[in-house]
């Protein structure tokens, strides 16, 4: 089945250092990748997207790109700041039963350090 | 509403006790989704309701667990006879079901849960 591996968190780093948070994915139809961002004490929300391969989603400095030759989907950003420090959710989504089904990464967790 | 709403936002139960969950999706979201985030862990997918059909029970824990939805509205999850390993964040999302839709999820806050 369609399954989403990223890398164990958690990840520190200093305002200002370069992010990649990698993701890697199964599935057996051609999914959109999405990433999602858990703020603390927040509800999860959507952070950016890709639908279809080499497609690049970008938004608030995040970027990432649908890699099919390698079925990976890493979130990058140039410059972290504080506010940055989140749980950041790789998920696929795969048309099912006439919707949906989205399946989530187990998270990542991001310190940044002023 | 504006959002996906979840309640109650807090509820600590007994053991053994039965609990309700309730979400109120977006309007027009045909697809609702039940996830459930133990803490410092990812989400574990419970039940997906496409209107008021639900295709796939897959991921609810155990017999204990179920769902319904009214509808293309709201939708009630019941734990009963709560044990302490259902504590946990149950987050509720929905989503749209149209052509060219990429599946993408608006999420409530969630109902965090407790068992005493």
Redesign the interface.
Known sequence: GDSVTQMEGPVTLSEEAFLTINCTYTATGYP?L?W?VQYPG?????LL?A?KADDKGSNKGFEATYRKETTSFHLEKGSVQVSDSAVY?C?L???????????????TRLFVKA | GAGVSQSPSNKVTEKGKDVELRCDPISGHTALYWYRQRLGQGLEFLIYFQGNSAPDKSGLPSDRFSAERTGESVSTLTIQRTQQEDSAVYLCASSLKVAGATGELFFGEGSRLTVL
């Open positions: 959109s999405f999602y927040e509800g999860l929300q959507l997207k639908t959710f998920a989504s795969d048309r099912y039963t006439g919707g949906f089904k989205t399946i989530f990464g187990a998270g």
